[in-house]
């Protein structure tokens, strides 16, 4: 629990950031988030925080609109 409240504390700071789900059974996060903040600045703070970003391994690349997914190391 503590690694969640921390993680959407610090979400909440960020400029742009009016969302966040984190499952913890999965160890995913997911950011919903205007313009003002680009995803590079999110993923930044996740990983910051110990949440690294998933890669896709799929052959096509995310879009800069995709959804974006990082992952908690518990």
């Given at each position: 629990?503590?690694?969640?409240?921390?993680?959407?504390?610090?979400?909440?700071?960020?400029r742009?950031?009016?969302?966040?789900?984190?499952?913890?059974?999965?160890?995913?996060?997911v950011?919903?988030?205007?313009?003002?903040?680009?995803?590079?600045?999110?993923?930044?703070?996740?990983?910051?925080?110990?949440?690294p970003?998933?890669e896709?391994?799929?052959?096509?690349t995310?879009?800069?609109?995709?959804?974006?997914?990082?992952g908690?190391?518990?």
């Amino acid at each position: 629990m503590t690694c969640t409240n921390k993680t959407l504390k610090s979400l909440g700071t960020l400029r742009g950031v009016f969302g966040a789900e984190i499952d913890q059974i999965k160890g995913e996060v997911v950011v919903t988030h205007t313009d003002e903040i680009s995803r590079k600045e999110i993923a930044e703070m996740l990983l910051s925080l110990g949440y690294p970003e998933i890669e896709n391994n799929e052959e096509s690349t995310l879009s800069y609109d995709d959804p974006s997914i990082w992952g908690c190391a518990l």
